[in-house]
């Protein structure tokens, strides 16, 4: 693993799109420190479909294509790549045609949860993306209130073959410890298959795709290159190598609806 040749799945950085950066100056910004962090290939992923964004497929290759002329312009070594971050939702299926992939046959697609629990249509969502060739990436499950209260909810769609990305940031402790502790009990029970930073211009939203990497060194030092092999091939659409899955510690807090 090279660590300035990094790929980042999961990222907020095209300019005024969503939540992530407002202004095309912010998103420069944004790519500097990403380099900084070792990183070299970025999936962008504004919110598609959820409360508040709807960025079209469409719209979004074209953004990706005027800010990769921006950042060759500026000498930035950056490659960026279309995505979203698809939010569940019941419209999914009858919108899939607008749904941009990790990959760009879309084997894979980055699944966002609400973030207080989980909707019981998944487990149904879940078997209609396999029914049409597609793998569902749980974007930080660390951080979903009702996964963190009951850990076994990811081990079960585990059971059912969906994979999960981890946030940098929760595995270097920025959301608190308790997020912490359980982004690393998903790493040891092969929940999670790949770190990603879904970075934002905001405080406490940066990268730390390098910080993340040493964790998961220090916790195995066979990790950092497992974890980085599959971010690559994720994004070229390639099967990613299962590894054993355990069923997690329970977790102490309670979940409430």
């Given at each position: 693993?090279k660590?300035?040749?990094?790929v980042?799945?999961?990222?907020?950085?095209?300019?005024?799109?969503d939540?992530g950066?407002?202004?095309?100056?912010?998103?420069?910004?944004l790519?500097?420190?990403?380099?900084?962090?070792?990183?070299?290939y970025?999936?962008a992923?504004?919110?598609?479909?959820d409360?508040?964004?709807?960025?079209?497929?469409?719209?979004?290759?074209a953004?990706?294509?005027?800010?990769?002329?921006?950042?060759?312009?500026?000498?930035?070594?950056?490659?960026?790549?279309?995505?979203?971050?698809?939010?569940?939702?019941?419209?999914?299926?009858?919108?899939?045609?607008?749904?941009?992939g990790?990959?760009?046959?879309r084997?894979?697609?980055?699944?966002?949860?609400?973030?207080?629990?989980?909707?019981?249509?998944?487990?149904?969502?879940?078997f209609?993306?396999?029914c049409?060739?597609?793998?569902?990436?749980?974007?930080?499950p660390?951080?979903?209130?009702?996964?963190?209260?009951?850990?076994?909810?990811?081990?079960?769609?585990?059971?059912?073959?969906?994979l999960a990305?981890?946030?940098?940031?929760?595995?270097?402790?920025?959301?608190?410890?308790?997020?912490?502790?359980?982004?690393?009990?998903?790493v040891?029970?092969?929940?999670?298959?790949?770190?990603?930073?879904?970075?934002?211009?905001?405080?406490?939203r940066?990268?730390?795709?390098?910080?993340?990497?040493?964790?998961l060194?220090?916790?195995?030092?066979?990790y950092?290159?497992?974890?980085?092999?599959?971010?690559?091939?994720?994004?070229?659409?390639?099967?990613?190598?299962?590894?054993?899955?355990?069923?997690?510690?329970?977790?102490?807090?309670?979940?409430?609806?």
């Amino acid at each position: 693993m090279k660590i300035n040749n990094l790929v980042d799945l999961h990222c907020h950085i095209l300019p005024a799109i969503d939540d992530g950066s407002p202004s095309l100056e912010a998103s420069l910004k944004l790519a500097r420190q990403a380099v900084v962090d070792g990183i070299r290939y970025i999936l962008a992923t504004p919110h598609h479909m959820d409360r508040h964004y709807l960025n079209h497929a469409g719209d979004v290759a074209a953004a990706v294509k005027v800010f990769q002329a921006e950042l060759d312009a500026n000498d930035i070594p950056l490659t960026i790549f279309p995505g979203q971050e698809v939010h569940l939702n019941g419209q999914l299926i009858k919108n899939i045609d607008d749904v941009l992939g990790i990959d760009t046959g879309r084997h894979y697609l980055l699944l966002e949860l609400p973030h207080e629990m989980v909707p019981s249509y998944l487990d149904e969502m879940i078997f209609q993306l396999s029914c049409e060739g597609i793998t569902p990436v749980i974007a930080h499950p660390e951080r979903n209130a009702q996964i963190i209260a009951e850990p076994k909810r990811l081990y079960k769609l585990a059971e059912d073959g969906v994979l999960a990305q981890v946030t940098a940031t929760s595995l270097v402790g920025t959301f608190g410890e308790q997020v912490q502790r359980t982004a690393k009990e998903f790493v040891k029970c092969g929940l999670v298959q790949v770190v990603a930073s879904d970075a934002h211009a905001l405080k406490n939203r940066g990268f730390a795709m390098t910080k993340a990497y040493q964790v998961l060194n220090e916790m195995d030092s066979q990790y950092p290159e497992r974890f980085a092999t599959n971010a690559r091939n994720l994004l070229n659409g390639d099967k990613i190598k299962a590894r054993r899955i355990e069923v997690p510690r329970k977790q102490r807090k309670h979940w409430l609806s």
